[in-house]
Nanobody
Framework: VQLQACGGGLVQAGGSLRLSCRAS????????MRWYRQPPGKQRELVAA???????NYADSVKGQFTISRDSAYRTVYLQMNSLKPEDTAVYYC?????????????????WGQGTQVTVSS
């Protein structure tokens, strides 16, 4: 199982970016999908999460600014980021709870994408 994230880049303050993360491999089911970020010199933090039914949760710092969504048919999670600020600069990581058919298919395993850099200039 792999998670492939993309969509990061350099953007001016006030701009928008859309991150995507697609899961592939021997997947039986996907449960919660999440986006995290790690700003320079800081710890990784949870940004947003979405359940299979579409229930979402956001960090207080991004509520009303970021939107998480998922396309279950394509095993993809998205993060729409609007009104970006320099403090949103970070490496963004996706993660997913997945039942992997190559392992015990009754267990949920956490998988992570490789990270994508988002840089917001002032």
């Amino acid at each position: 199982v792999q998670l492939q994230a993309c969509g990061g880049g350099l953007v001016q303050a006030g701009g928008s970016l859309r991150l995507s993360c697609r899961a592939s491999g021997s997947i039986k089911d996907i449960n919660v999908m999440r986006w995290y970020r790690q700003p320079p010199g800081k710890q990784r933090e949870l940004v947003a999460a979405i359940s299979p039914g579409g229930t979402t949760n956001y960090a207080d710092s991004v509520k009303g600014q970021f939107t998480i969504s998922r396309d279950s048919a394509y095993r993809t999670v998205y993060l729409q980021m609007n009104s970006l600020k320099p403090e949103d600069t970070a490496v963004y990581y996706c993660s997913a709870e997945i039942r992997d058919m190559s392992r015990n298919p009754r267990n949920w395993y956490d998988f992570w994408g490789q990270g994508t850099q988002v840089t917001v200039s002032s």
